[in-house]
C-alpha cells in the first residue's frame, strides 16, 4: 500500500519561505516521477512541480518558476519543495503525489497517488 505523508505547511508573511516534505512508502520510490499540486478555495487543483525518478530534470509552473524549487532524496524516500519570496496567491493546500512514470510528467491523471495535503497560508 502506497502512503505519502506531506508536513512542512503553515503560516508565513508575503516574503518568507517554508519547506514542504514528502515521504513515501509502500513502493519503489526511485522508480517514478514525484510531482507537487495545490489547491486552494473554490480553485481546481493545479500543478506546481515535478521532478523525474533519478532527480535529474525538474519542470515548474511558470506561477513558481524562479522561486519554488523540487528536489528527491531517493536514499530516505522523500521528495522537497523549497518555496521562497512567497506570495498570498501561494495560499493553498499542497499536495505531493507518485506519477505513473519515471518521466517528468504535469498532469494530474498521470499520477496514482496523492498524499493528504498540507496547509500554506501566506498573509500579506
Known amino acids: 500500500q502506497v502512503q505519502l505523508v506531506e508536513s512542512g505547511g503553515g503560516l508565513v508573511q508575503a516574503g518568507g519561505s517554508l519547506r514542504l516534505s514528502c515521504a513515501a512508502s509502500g513502493r519503489t520510490f526511485s522508480s517514478y516521477a514525484m510531482g507537487w499540486f495545490r489547491q486552494a478555495p473554490g480553485k481546481e487543483r493545479e500543478f506546481v512541480a515535478c521532478?523525474?525518478?533519478?532527480?535529474?530534470?525538474?519542470y515548474y509552473a511558470d506561477s513558481v518558476k524562479g522561486r519554488f524549487t523540487i528536489s528527491r532524496d531517493n536514499a530516505k524516500n522523500t521528495v522537497y519543495l523549497q518555496m521562497n519570496s512567497l506570495k498570498p496567491e501561494d495560499t493553498a493546500v499542497y499536495y505531493c503525489a507518485t506519477g505513473k512514470y519515471g518521466g517528468l510528467v504535469y498532469r494530474t491523471n498521470d499520477y496514482d497517488y496523492w498524499g493528504q495535503g498540507t496547509q500554506v497560508t501566506v498573509s500579506s
Open positions: 521532478i523525474n525518478r533519478n532527480g535529474g530534470a525538474t
